[in-house]
């Protein structure tokens, strides 16, 4: 038995991942789990897109990947932070005329 993982990066990017020591069956899980992903998007009009394949990964390249994940998810953050302070010095605005003298 080998557990797939999917995680929600920025939307809408996925990452799908799994652990095991027979690397073929590895890859095999994850590309049948991609291909029942996008058997059921496109079910309901869906596009999905596969960014890179299935491959079995180093520690070095599984490390590098979490670190550009985190990358990821705190600019989708920053983002959503953004929005929202906007919104605050909007509020905070007042009418001013730059044309009237004290």
């Known amino acids: 038995e080998c557990k797939i ?11 799908l991942a799994t652990q095991t020591l027979d690397k073929t069956k590895g890859i095999s899980i994850l590309v049948a789990a991609c291909e029942a992903c996008q058997t059921y998007i496109e ?26 994940l ?3 998810e705190a600019a989708n953050r920053e983002v959503a932070g953004d929005d929202e302070s906007s919104d605050e010095e909007d509020e905070g605005m007042g009418d001013i005329d730059v044309e009237a003298r004290p």
């Not at 995680?7 to 990452?15: A, E, F, I, Q, R």
């Not at 960014?51 to 180093?58: G, I």
């Open 5 to 15: 993982k999917m995680k929600l990066v920025p939307p809408p990017l996925y990452v």
């Open 43 to 68: 079910k309901v009009r869906g596009k999905m897109i596969i960014k890179e394949a299935a491959r079995a990964v180093s520690e070095r390249d599984d490390r590098l990947l979490n670190e550009r």
């Open 70 to 72: 985190e990358q990821l």
